[in-house]
């Protein structure tokens, strides 16, 4: 007790003498508006020295990490990830809350819809996994304008767990559909104008339904998913069509996209098989062609000039051979 007592009295002592009744140990001033709710739960605190370090700048920079009911806390108006939910990280972050408690607080502001609730700037996968569990949400909490909270929202991103580039697009894309204006998303993305374009372009160019039916791919960069955007707009019909959907949906996420890139990708026409004739002196005389369905014969005349007529006049003794040959000893045709 000696040692969370000392703790806690370290972390809340001034920085000098003037700042003093600021920083005492009294519970803070009520907050009106949307932040009257506003106050620390310092019972929740570990003894981590750092943690402590942690909430004393946030103390001393005006920031109070505070304790929010979950189902008072809305996702932000923009998603960024697609499957994030899903995944076996989630599953282990979930596990490492439950057994350790939610070390780093997320990011809210009060919500634009309801001064009694507050929406997510980033912390999503934390907040859901502590409305899972149906535990209280540590959150600092700061008055954010829409481009404020995406710019803060990609950036937490781009700092722990890199978006995949769809995932980049489609976020790019909801967001210059909301209105919010280019420069921001080039902040919020760290991209240049010209990558925002083609991101957003691309984004644009495909279904939702296929966007999300294929997930994040996480191993698919720009140029497939714009080889992928291309083939559909060459394709008529759905592209459910083209799919074997149930095993499309056995599969992960980049698989999936693999499947759906060659359900797309038209075959290729083989070229046509080829059997050069020669004598029994290895002269070539003439030679086969077969494609299509079809059987050419190209005589060499330079080398046997007479073998051209020669076929044009007994193919018709050939053709009534090899038919007295079928009729007798049937063949079975490779299909």
Do not use: C
Not at 118 to 142: C, D, E, M, T, W
């Amino acid at each position: 007790m000696n040692k969370r007592r000392d703790a806690l009295k370290a972390m809340m002592t001034p920085i000098n003498e003037a700042s003093q009744n600021e920083h005492r140990l009294a519970k803070p001033a009520q907050k009106s508006g949307s932040l009257k709710a506003m106050g620390l739960s310092l019972q929740s605190l570990s003894d981590d020295a750092e943690d402590a370090q942690t909430l004393r700048a946030q103390l001393q920079s005006g920031e109070y990490v505070i304790d929010i009911e979950p189902d008072l806390i809305d996702v932000s108006f923009i998603r960024d990830r697609l499957d994030d939910l899903d995944t076996a990280d989630f599953d282990d972050l979930k596990a490492s809350i439950e057994e350790h408690g939610q070390q780093v607080p997320i990011l809210v502001r009060p919500s634009p819809q309801d001064d009694n609730r507050y929406q997510v700037a980033y912390g999503h996968r934390r907040l859901a996994a502590l409305q899972a569990l149906g535990r209280p949400v540590k959150a600092v909490v700061r008055d954010l304008s829409d481009e404020d909270l995406i710019v803060a929202q990609g950036k937490e991103n781009l700092e722990r767990k890199d978006l995949s580039f769809i995932e980049r697009a489609l976020f790019a894309a909801r967001l210059e559909a909301h209105g919010i204006e280019r420069h921001a998303l080039m902040a919020a993305l760290s991209v240049h104008k010209g990558n925002l374009s083609t991101m957003i372009a691309v984004a644009n160019s495909l279904p939702l339904d296929l966007i999300q039916a294929v997930g994040a791919a996480p191993k698919v960069g720009r140029p497939r998913w714009e080889q992928l955007s291309q083939l559909l707009q060459a394709t008529s019909g759905s592209w459910k069509e083209r799919v074997d959907m149930q095993r499309f949906m056995r599969l992960d996420s980049d698989a999936r996209f693999a499947l759906l890139l060659k359900s797309l990708t038209p075959k290729r026409k083989s070229g046509p098989s080829i059997y050069p004739l020669k004598s029994s002196e290895g002269v070539p005389f003439a030679r086969i062609e077969q494609n299509d369905g079809k059987t050419k014969v190209i005589v060499d005349e330079a080398t046997a000039p007479e073998f051209g007529h020669y076929l044009i006049t007994h193919l018709p003794e050939i053709y009534a051979a090899y038919l007295r040959s079928e009729a007798s000893e049937p063949r079975m045709r490779q299909l």
